[in-house]
């Protein structure tokens, strides 16, 4: 079993950056694709943005591409989000998971183990 613990939310501005963390637990890190999700209050949990096991393929969903960068570094069992030129509609609680398996990184249900969350609040 893999346990992920988020960090690094908050609240900011309009145009503000801020860089979420996830640590995993367990020695098998560099074995797992990792992704990132959101969710709005009263919308569905959608993908954001996920990582290969070597951190050499990055996929985006099409509202942060450009703006959002994930990372990891497996000698540390950390996946990072990047997230500059944040916008009021990135506000969410965004979620890191554990994918066992490459292909179809844009579904939920692909993926294995999740974390708790953190918060994210965008003001204009």
């Known amino acids: 079993q893999v346990q992920l613990v988020e960090s690094g939310g908050g609240a900011v501005q309009a145009g503000d950056s801020l860089r979420l963390s996830c640590a995993a637990s367990?020695?098998?890190?560099?074995?797992?694709?990792m992704g990132w999700f959101r969710q709005a209050p009263g919308k569905e949990r959608e993908f954001v943005a996920a990582?290969?096991?070597?951190?050499?393929?990055?996929y985006y969903a099409d509202s942060v591409k450009g703006r959002f960068t994930i990372s990891r570094d497996n000698a540390k069992n950390t996946v990072y989000l990047q997230m500059n030129s944040l916008k009021p509609e990135d506000t969410a609680v965004y979620y890191c998971a554990v994918k066992y398996y490459s292909g179809n990184w844009y579904s939920r249900s692909e993926y294995n183990y999740w974390g708790q969350g953190t918060q994210v609040t965008v003001s204009s």
């Open positions: 990582s290969s096991r070597s951190d050499s393929s990055t």
């Open positions: 367990g020695r098998t890190f560099s074995r797992y694709a």
